[in-house]
């Protein structure tokens, strides 16, 4: 019996389960790049082409080994521009008895996959995706009963579960969390490290000038492309890492600074969501280093808990809570996203920074996504699909199940405190304090009023007065909403009324 195997772009994974069982001798694998899947946002050019390269890759690889591979380039005269369509094709191509495929990462493309039992006339099995440390059914039954889904509960399971940073029934170090370790910004001497890039090949090269023509108005540039796009070169980057940046990872990871895109940061968040590295094997290494002596242990947890922590919980409460979770939007934000989150001309110095660095390299860190950009978004109430769209388009890294729970409920706010317990909400103080953006910037981050202050601080007082009824009584906003109740009710209208100046007629600078 002719079974069909799909593999998606996000499922790179040599032992994905998919492909257990395989029959080489008359197993068929498709894997397919469809225009739909490029398109639904306008996805960063670099982000389609290094999964579309890592795809044509993994396709050699499996080849290879002897696997029969049906592959269907984009540019492909006969493609459907469809998952389904594609599997039709590949039905009636090779006379398919069964489908088996990998649970996606995305709510749509699960619905899609239900009913092609229905549409086919064919049995359709999909199986769990177990790269990741926690099930859906686990996360289901640790959340069972909550009110609120608190990420610190959490990882203190998966930590006992996984046996990582444990020393027997305690956590390494006698403390679950050295966050507080963890918030340094860069002193002027520190140099972070050169970082490791890739050569293209001739499969690289094709995907560059077949993505050039096809999506000549998608943000992004591809001149520097130098993402992995295979297995070896993505256990490169991890080591690359693992040796030269996690060492002091754990100390400056909030730290910004100007013309230095990453940092000490990982940049292997492409790979593992694409499947070319898994968390298991990346967890692992950052626990070695530590037991070997070559990374202190407040980076190597704060490592392992944007991995084991944050990325398995975000992507539980993303299946636990879709798809109504989309839809929510506490905080009744509905202004359009500003076109300076696409061109970067914006005259605050630190939008401009991070929106440049983000055309150029796919890539932005998370401080970066949650404290500039994204509180931006929050302070200026950005409607969640609007905001939510380009974190999803502009990350190598973003994918649904991802991006959702990170910007809708981290981001935002807009889950009402499902996932964070207060809204990440910040004057300018805190980008001068973790950057050294505001130093060349034509807004004046000390001034509390006037044209020429930080948009920041007006839009932060404004968000505190927009908001008061529903985020007063939150015992983490006490402190603010203490200061804002001793506040003159004129200096409350200035606020305001700068605030709404600012928003509705753009900032200094907007060419």
């Known amino acids: 019996?002719?079974?069909?195997?799909?593999?998606?772009?996000?499922?790179?994974?040599?032992?994905?389960?998919?492909?257990?069982?395989?029959?080489?001798?008359?197993?068929?694998?498709?894997?397919?790049?469809?225009?739909?899947?490029?398109?639904?946002?306008?996805?960063?050019?670099?982000?389609?082409?290094?999964?579309?390269?890592?795809?044509?890759?993994?396709?050699?690889?499996?080849?290879?080994?002897?696997m029969q591979i049906d592959y269907v380039k984009l540019d492909d005269p006969h493609n459907s521009g469809s998952f389904t369509g594609e599997v039709a094709r590949a039905i009636h191509k090779h006379?398919?008895?069964?489908?088996?495929?990998?649970?996606?990462?995305?709510?749509?493309?699960?619905?899609?996959?239900?009913?092609?039992?229905?549409?086919f006339s064919l049995p359709v099995e999909i199986r769990e995706d177990d790269r990741f440390f926690c099930t859906r059914g686990r996360f289901a039954r640790w959340a069972e009963g909550r009110k609120s889904f608190r990420m610190e509960f959490f990882y203190r399971e998966m930590?006992?579960?996984?046996?990582?940073?444990?020393?027997?029934?305690?956590?390494?170090?006698?403390?679950?969390?050295?966050?507080?370790?963890?918030?340094?910004?860069?002193?002027?001497?520190?140099?972070?490290?050169?970082r490791n890039r890739f050569t293209h090949d001739a499969v690289t090269?094709?995907?560059?000038?077949?993505?050039?023509?096809?999506?000549?108005?998608?943000?992004?540039?591809?001149?520097?492309?130098?993402?992995?796009?295979?297995?070896?070169?993505?256990?490169?980057?991890?080591?690359?890492?693992?040796?030269?940046?996690?060492?002091?990872?754990?100390?400056?990871?909030?730290?910004?600074?100007?013309?230095?895109?990453?940092?000490?940061?990982?940049?292997?968040?492409?790979?593992?969501?694409?499947?070319?590295?898994?968390?298991?094997?990346?967890c692992g290494a950052a626990e070695q280093a530590w037991k070997r002596g070559k990374a202190?242990?407040?980076?190597?947890?704060?490592f392992i808990r944007q991995i084991l922590g944050w990325r398995e919980y975000v992507r539980g409460i993303y299946w636990h809570q879709m798809p109504a979770y989309a839809q929510g939007n506490a905080l009744n934000a509905t202004r359009k996203l500003p076109e300076f989150f696409w061109?970067?001309?914006?005259?605050?110095?630190?939008?401009?920074?991070?929106?440049?660095?983000?055309?150029?390299?796919?890539?932005?860190?998370?401080?970066?996504?949650?404290?500039?950009?994204?509180?931006?978004?929050?302070?200026?109430?950005?409607?969640?699909?609007?905001?939510?769209?380009?974190?999803?388009?502009?990350?190598?890294?973003?994918?649904?199940?991802?991006?959702?729970?990170n910007v809708h409920g981290m981001v935002l706010f807009a889950d009402g405190g499902l996932l964070a317990s207060?809204?990440?909400?910040?004057?300018?103080?805190?980008?001068?304090?973790?950057?050294?953006?505001?130093?060349?910037?034509?807004?004046d981050v000390k001034a509390k009023s006037g044209e020429k202050s930080c948009p920041f601080n007006r839009l932060y007082w404004h968000f505190m007065i927009e908001n008061e009824a529903q985020l007063s009584k939150n015992p983490r906003m006490a402190m603010p909403y203490r200061t804002l109740a001793k506040m003159p009710a004129e200096r409350r209208a200035e606020i305001t009324r700068e605030a709404l100046a600012f928003l509705d007629n753009g900032d200094l600078e907007t060419e």
């Open 1 to 66: 019996m002719t079974t069909l195997r799909l593999i998606l772009g996000d499922q790179l994974t040599r032992e994905i389960s998919s492909l257990d069982g395989l029959d080489t001798k008359s197993d068929v694998i498709l894997m397919a790049e469809v225009m739909e899947e490029t398109t639904y946002v306008p996805h960063h050019k670099q982000k389609i082409a290094l999964i579309l390269s890592a795809m044509r890759h993994f396709a050699q690889s499996l080849s290879k080994e002897g």
């Open 95 to 119: 006379k398919i008895k069964q489908i088996i495929v990998t649970e996606p990462g995305e709510w749509r493309v699960l619905e899609m996959m239900r009913d092609w039992s229905t549409l």
């Open 159 to 194: 930590r006992r579960e996984t046996n990582l940073l444990m020393e027997g029934d305690e956590p390494a170090g006698g403390q679950w969390n050295f966050d507080h370790d963890n918030r340094k910004s860069l002193p002027s001497g520190v140099k972070a490290p050169k």
């Open 205 to 282: 090269k094709d995907v560059i000038t077949l993505v050039d023509k096809l999506f000549p108005n998608h943000i992004g540039q591809l001149e520097n492309f130098g993402w992995a796009v295979t297995r070896v070169d993505a256990l490169s980057a991890l080591h690359h890492f693992i040796k030269d940046c996690l060492p002091s990872f754990g100390d400056f990871q909030d730290a910004m600074k100007q013309g230095e895109p990453f940092l000490f940061h990982s940049i292997i968040a492409p790979y593992l969501n694409c499947g070319l590295l898994t968390p298991r094997e990346v």
């Open 296 to 302: 202190p242990l407040n980076a190597v947890e704060g």
């Open 343 to 405: 061109t970067a001309k914006t005259a605050m110095n630190c939008i401009a920074q991070v929106v440049e660095e983000t055309k150029a390299n796919a890539y932005a860190h998370h401080i970066q996504r949650l404290m500039v950009t994204g509180n931006f978004a929050l302070l200026a109430g950005i409607a969640p699909a609007e905001i939510e769209a380009w974190y999803l388009a502009v990350y190598a890294d973003a994918y649904e199940w991802v991006e959702l729970p």
């Open 422 to 443: 207060k809204p990440y909400a910040a004057s300018g103080a805190y980008i001068d304090r973790m950057s050294d953006y505001c130093k060349n910037c034509a807004y």
